[in-house]
Structure formats: C-alpha cells, structure tokens
C-alpha cells in the first residue's frame, strides 16, 4: 500500500492521527498533516483507509 497526502488540501482536523497514529502526525505550527510512512505495512491498511475515509478535506490518497 502507498499512502499520498496534498498538504494544501489539509485543514489540520486531525482525524488522520486519531484513525492511525503510526502514519500520520501534524506539524505542531499549523496542525498540517505529516505522514510518517508513505508505505505502512497491510496491517495498518484498515486504520489507513478509516483515516482517509474521516479527512474532511479529502488530502489523503490510499493506493494498493
């Protein structure tokens, strides 16, 4: 799975973090997403998606 974030698209919700910490963070200045594993293991796919699904801004792209 590859994981794709538009930074410009981020409204700094955090929905991402709370669906899969271990992916996602926020910068602390502006609360705008940081992913920390562009390519996180077929474990983590279900919280991945569940993040993705929640981002009201859409800036988060799950690939296979």
Known sequence: ?????DEDKCVGAGQCVLSA???FDQRDEDGIVVLLDA???DA????VE???A???ALAI???P
């Open 50 to 52: 569940e993040a993705a």
């Open 39 to 41: 390519a996180p293991q």
């Open 21 to 23: 910490a271990e992916v």
């Open 61 to 63: 792209e799950v690939l």
């Open 1 to 5: 799975m590859k994981v794709i974030i």
């Open 44 to 47: 983590q796919r279900a919280p």
């Open 54 to 56: 929640r981002c009201p």
